[in-house]
Structure formats: structure tokens, C-alpha cells
T-cell receptor
Framework: DSGVTQTPKHLITATGQRVTLRCSPR?????VYWYQQSLDQGLQFLIQ???????AKGNILERFSAQQFPDLHSELNLSSLELGDSALYFC???????????????FGEGSRLTVL | GQQVMQIPQYQHVQEGEDFTTYCNSS?????IQWYKQRPGGHPVFLIQ?????EVKKQKRLTFQFGEAKKNSSLHITATQTTDVGTYFC??????????????FGKGTKLSVIP
């Protein structure tokens, strides 16, 4: 158990819909990262927050948005869903800000999104 | 932007054989990390290398960081069925405007035939 909690574990929805994925980082970790993993693909970095502020942005679509709340949990919002958005979405946390020494990332178990 | 290439994409070995996966970055890295993802699981941190030419060992696993800090390798000696999974490297590099970015390779999926 990494200490990172993601909900929901599984989500099935239709094209055009909007979903929200939630992540609670490990106790004390201020950084939250979001990654997308499609079938047989690597981990595509989406976005990172540190203590409520956006720190780094990867290949995140404009239809996607995220935020980190004062209690440090984070939410990833996916809207106008397309079939290609079906993937495993991982959240990871770290005590470190985005910097030269990222440190170990602790991953949650992921949220599997299926868009039909 | 920064790219991290990892080869091979897949590797099937007989139990007891050795296994190596290689990671190459388009830019000089501050550090490199390695993660293992078991089938159906989430990535789990294995190690971080920081120094040029660094070599670290964890039991049957040997990790190397190249002299130019642009490549790395993970070598497993005498594979076991418990080694099955996907191994990812992840490199941290400067991305401009005072920021650094951690980029994952696509991973090497290891299958071990008993």
C-alpha cells in the first residue's frame, strides 16, 4: 500500500460525458502528479501540483483540467470524453516540489476509465 | 521537448537467463529513476541514480547511469518468475524557466518462461 488513494477504481461512461477522478496523496506529501497510461503505452505525464499550485504541465488536453485543494487532495476533470480517452489514470505523490531532485514518486492504484 | 527512449519494448526470457533494458535520453539528465509495474498493478519505485557513471546493486538487479548522464541500464541476473512486469526508466531534465520535468520511458515488458 503506497498510501496514495484514488477513486473511483473503475469508471464506465459514454462519449461526450464528463468525469472527475480524485486523488488523496500520502500524508505529508505536497506534490501530486497525474499520469495517463493507455494499453501497452508508457506513462504520459499530464500535470503536477505542489501545495496547491500548478508546477509543471505535460501533454494534457484542453478538455482536461486539474486542481489541488487546500487539504492537498487533487481532482482531474475530463470532459467531452472521446473513445481514445479510455485509459488508466494514475496519481502519484511526492514530498518534493518539481525540481532537480524529484525524489521517489508513490503511485496510487489508478482509475480505469472506459469510454463507450 | 525531452524524450526518453527505452528498449527493448518486450523481452521474453527463460527463467535463469539474464535480462537488460536500456534507457536513452535526448537531453542530459539530473537523475534517473527506475520503476517496476507488475501486471495489473501500479508503478513501484526501485531506485534513483544521480551521479555520472554511478552503479547501484539491489540483489540480482544492477543499475547503471552513463558517464554523460544521458543513458541508463537495468540488468537482472538469473531472472525469476517474480521478476515479471514492466520496467520503466524516468529521467529528470531541465525544461526551461527554472523548471525540471520527469519523463518516463515507454517501458520494457518482461516475460519469464518457467
Amino acid at each position: 500500500d503506497s498510501g496514495v488513494t484514488q477513486t473511483p477504481k473503475h469508471l464506465i461512461t459514454a462519449t461526450g460525458q464528463r468525469v472527475t477522478l480524485r486523488c488523496s496523496p500520502r500524508s505529508g506529501d505536497l506534490s501530486v502528479y497525474w499520469y495517463q497510461q493507455s494499453l501497452d503505452q508508457g506513462l504520459q505525464f499530464l500535470i503536477q501540483y505542489y501545495n496547491g499550485e500548478e508546477r509543471a504541465k505535460g501533454n494534457i488536453l484542453e478538455r482536461f483540467s486539474a486542481q489541488q485543494f487546500p487539504d492537498l487532495h487533487s481532482e482531474l476533470n475530463l470532459s467531452s470524453l472521446e473513445l481514445g480517452d479510455s485509459a488508466l489514470y494514475f496519481c502519484a505523490s511526492s514530498p518534493h516540489p518539481a525540481g532537480e531532485n524529484t525524489g521517489e514518486l508513490f503511485f496510487g492504484e489508478g482509475s480505469r476509465l472506459t469510454v463507450l | 521537448g525531452q524524450q526518453v527512449m527505452q528498449i527493448p519494448q518486450y523481452q521474453h526470457v527463460q527463467e535463469g537467463e539474464d535480462f537488460t533494458t536500456y534507457c536513452n535520453s535526448s537531453t542530459t539528465l539530473s537523475n534517473i529513476q527506475w520503476y517496476k509495474q507488475r501486471p495489473g498493478g501500479h508503478p513501484v519505485f526501485l531506485i534513483q541514480l544521480v551521479k555520472s557513471g554511478e552503479v547501484k546493486k539491489q540483489k540480482r538487479l544492477t543499475f547503471q547511469f552513463g558517464e554523460a548522464k544521458k543513458n541508463s541500464s537495468l540488468h537482472i541476473t538469473a531472472t525469476q518468475t517474480t521478476d515479471v512486469g514492466t520496467y520503466f526508466c524516468a529521467g529528470t531534465a531541465y525544461s526551461g524557466a527554472g523548471s525540471y520535468q520527469l519523463t518516463f520511458g515507454k517501458g520494457t515488458k518482461l516475460s519469464v518462461i518457467p
